[in-house]
């Protein structure tokens, strides 16, 4: 019995995987700390090039490297079971999903800049998938996994809000000229609609496309293994997307004004951004998730890409910029793409912890004591303490029924109904002023904006009053509401400095 289980089984006090060795682990670690930041230069990278390449052909010489280099490493024609037809059509449709993913990625990255671009698309699946999952099911709702929700969210909020919209705004000077072709008119004309500025667009751009990549990835799992693995799959992918844009690429060129005069100039950028961005990020990912634990791998990812984009957004020096400030008259203007503003470094603050409390494991069945041993030997683990934390709901859930309680008790529904009368005001407002560009009815609307969030979080402070003790909170929520009220004067104060500032 005591050779079948090891003493690390019994001195942990937990079930798992064994960790690799510190020596090793280090390694890892180090290559995957090289290539981040590697992929962070590719992104500054892609970000000058797209000031004087159209998006379009962008992809399609990016594609193109990749599958060159794929092709010769990876031998998916050579090795492996050979495909059918069903499975070629499949890749067709996992190449043109991959397409649209690059096209919308790139086009944010236009409108954001590589620093807003890196915050907000450069997350891992575990993440999202765990975001995902506390906002819309009830299957891993543990009070941990809902905060980092809350994180994710006030950091995406800081974007949107808190960014410095004047300097932001200087960078949505259209880079590829008025809407040069159709795909552009389209995006600028789909933000436009949204009625914000480009660069808040881009934000929601990118949000948006990142749950498309982690959805999209999800859905290629299966494909992957019917075609023999994710490189072969990968690799296939990249040359038939890059076959399905040569026919756009030659129209495109063939209709629209070229800006470059010599393209020599421009081989060693796409060769940065095709092997940082494209090829070692891949292969170092997945040696890593296979050496690595897959939380520990996200965590480490997500900090150190956020700290290379951070420390590359004040001394970032391109070394092909005197070419590309001949090339594109636009870049003669002061440039303001990689400042620095408040909302910003706060983001980058909520990201990071976001991407740290979702990609942890899971703590249910990893808590136990363990008490003794079976007849047959298996370990045997107590979850007393786990038993009695309650967890939390999914979102609609919660809602659901918090919307109950307050209707239920008179006073909380009095709140509420005014609640609602004083948004219905607030959105008539805005909807107007901005309508006929009244700038005193839209600067009221926001007013009555922060009166409604007032209202919200004194309502949601007397709904928690109501809330039974807990084993961590024996004593009960009543104390919320006094909490609330210092919040609100504390909101109150900050809204004063930004007036006398």
């Given at each position: 019995?005591?050779?079948?289980y090891s003493s690390?089984?019994?001195?942990?006090?937990?079930?798992?995987?064994?960790?690799?060795?510190?020596?090793?682990?280090?390694?890892?670690?180090?290559?995957?700390?090289?290539?981040?930041?590697?992929?962070?230069?590719?992104?500054?990278?892609?970000?000058?090039?797209?000031?004087?390449?159209?998006?379009?052909?962008?992809?399609?010489?990016?594609?193109?490297?990749?599958?060159?280099?794929?092709?010769?490493?990876?031998?998916?024609?050579?090795?492996?079971?050979?495909?059918?037809?069903?499975?070629?059509?499949?890749?067709?449709k996992h190449a043109?999903?991959?397409?649209?993913?690059?096209?919308?990625?790139?086009?944010?990255?236009?409108?954001?800049?590589?620093?807003?671009?890196?915050?907000?698309?450069?997350?891992?699946?575990?993440?999202?998938?765990?975001?995902?999952?506390?906002?819309?099911?009830?299957?891993?709702?543990?009070?941990?996994?809902?905060?980092?929700?809350?994180?994710?969210?006030?950091?995406?909020?800081?974007?949107?809000?808190?960014?410095?919209?004047?300097?932001?705004?200087?960078?949505?000077?259209?880079?590829?000229?008025?809407?040069?072709?159709?795909?552009?008119?389209?995006?600028?004309?789909?933000?436009?609609?949204?009625?914000?500025?480009?660069?808040?667009?881009?934000?929601?751009?990118?949000?948006?496309?990142?749950?498309?990549?982690?959805?999209?990835?999800?859905?290629?799992?299966?494909?992957?293994?019917?075609?023999?693995?994710?490189?072969?799959?990968?690799?296939?992918?990249?040359?038939?997307?890059?076959?399905?844009?040569?026919?756009?690429?030659?129209?495109?060129?063939?209709?629209?004004?070229?800006?470059?005069?010599?393209?020599?100039?421009?081989?060693?950028?796409?060769?940065?951004?095709?092997?940082?961005?494209?090829?070692?990020?891949?292969?170092?990912?997945?040696?890593?998730?296979?050496?690595?634990?897959?939380?520990?791998?996200?965590?480490?990812?997500?900090?150190?890409?956020?700290?290379?984009?951070?420390?590359?957004?004040?001394?970032?020096?391109?070394?092909?910029?005197?070419?590309?400030?001949?090339?594109?008259?636009?870049?003669?203007?002061?440039?303001?793409?990689?400042?620095?503003?408040?909302?910003?470094?706060?983001?980058?603050?909520?990201?990071?912890?976001?991407?740290?409390?979702?990609?942890?494991?899971?703590?249910?069945?990893?808590?136990?004591?363990?008490?003794?041993?079976?007849?047959?030997?298996?370990?045997?683990?107590?979850?007393?303490?786990?038993?009695?934390?309650?967890?939390?709901?999914?979102?609609?859930?919660?809602?659901?029924?918090?919307?109950?309680?307050?209707?239920?008790?008179?006073?909380?529904?009095?709140?509420?109904?005014?609640?609602?009368?004083?948004?219905?005001?607030?959105?008539?407002?805005?909807?107007?002023?901005?309508?006929?560009?009244?700038?005193?009815?839209?600067?009221?609307?926001?007013?009555?904006?922060?009166?409604?969030?007032?209202?919200?979080?004194?309502?949601?402070?007397?709904?928690?009053?109501?809330?039974?003790?807990?084993?961590?909170?024996?004593?009960?929520?009543?104390?919320?509401?006094?909490?609330?009220?210092?919040?609100?004067?504390?909101?109150?104060?900050?809204?004063?400095f930004f007036c006398?500032?």
């Amino acid at each position: 019995m005591e050779d079948k289980y090891s003493s690390n089984i019994i001195s942990s006090a937990r079930l798992g995987p064994v960790d690799a060795p510190s020596s090793r682990l280090t390694r890892y670690i180090s290559l995957l700390c090289l290539a981040k930041f590697l992929k962070v230069i590719g992104i500054f990278e892609s970000y000058d090039l797209l000031k004087v390449v159209h998006i379009v052909q962008f992809v399609f010489i990016i594609q193109l490297g990749s599958a060159v280099f794929l092709v010769l490493f990876q031998k998916p024609f050579s090795s492996g079971k050979p495909i059918s037809k069903r499975q070629w059509i499949k890749i067709c449709k996992h190449a043109i999903g991959g397409c649209v993913i690059l096209l919308l990625w790139f086009f944010g990255l236009t409108l954001c800049g590589p620093l807003r671009t890196i915050l907000l698309f450069e997350h891992s699946d575990i993440v999202v998938i765990s975001l995902l999952g506390v906002l819309f099911t009830s299957s891993d709702g543990s009070p941990a996994k809902t905060r980092g929700t809350a994180f994710f969210i006030i950091a995406v909020i800081c974007l949107l809000l808190f960014d410095n919209d004047d300097l932001m705004a200087k960078m949505a000077e259209h880079p590829e000229g008025h809407h040069d072709s159709a795909l552009t008119h389209a995006l600028y004309t789909a933000i436009s609609l949204l009625g914000v500025a480009d660069h808040k667009g881009g934000v929601l751009l990118l949000v948006m496309s990142l749950c498309f990549k982690v959805g999209f990835h999800t859905a290629s799992r299966k494909l992957s293994v019917d075609v023999g693995g994710a490189k072969r799959l990968h690799t296939l992918s990249t040359l038939m997307s890059a076959l399905l844009l040569f026919p756009w690429v030659i129209i495109l060129t063939a209709t629209t004004e070229n800006k470059i005069e010599s393209w020599s100039s421009l081989i060693m950028p796409f060769v940065t951004v095709i092997f940082c961005v494209l090829i070692l990020d891949f292969y170092v990912e997945s040696v890593c998730s296979a050496k690595i634990e897959v939380s520990k791998c996200a965590q480490y990812s997500s900090f150190l890409i956020v700290f290379g984009a951070l420390l590359l957004a004040n001394f970032w020096t391109h070394p092909i910029t005197d070419q590309l400030r001949v090339i594109n008259k636009q870049t003669l203007q002061h440039s303001t793409e990689h400042v620095l503003s408040g909302g910003v470094l706060v983001s980058a603050v909520f990201f990071i912890l976001a991407a740290s409390i979702l990609s942890s494991p899971s703590k249910k069945g990893q808590k136990g004591t363990l008490v003794g041993y079976s007849p047959e030997g298996t370990p045997l683990y107590s979850f007393m303490g786990d038993a009695l934390q309650h967890t939390s709901q999914s979102l609609p859930r919660f809602i659901k029924d918090s919307l109950k309680q307050i209707l239920e008790e008179y006073d909380s529904r009095q709140i509420f109904y005014f609640l609602c009368l004083n948004l219905a005001f607030t959105f008539v407002e805005l909807f107007y002023g901005v309508w006929t560009n009244s700038l005193g009815l839209i600067s009221d609307g926001f007013h009555m904006l922060f009166d409604c969030s007032a209202l919200v979080l004194g309502l949601f402070a007397a709904l928690m009053t109501r809330w039974k003790a807990t084993r961590i909170y024996s004593y009960g929520y009543g104390r919320l509401e006094i909490l609330s009220g210092f919040i609100n004067g504390l909101f109150l104060m900050v809204i004063a400095f930004f007036c006398f500032h």
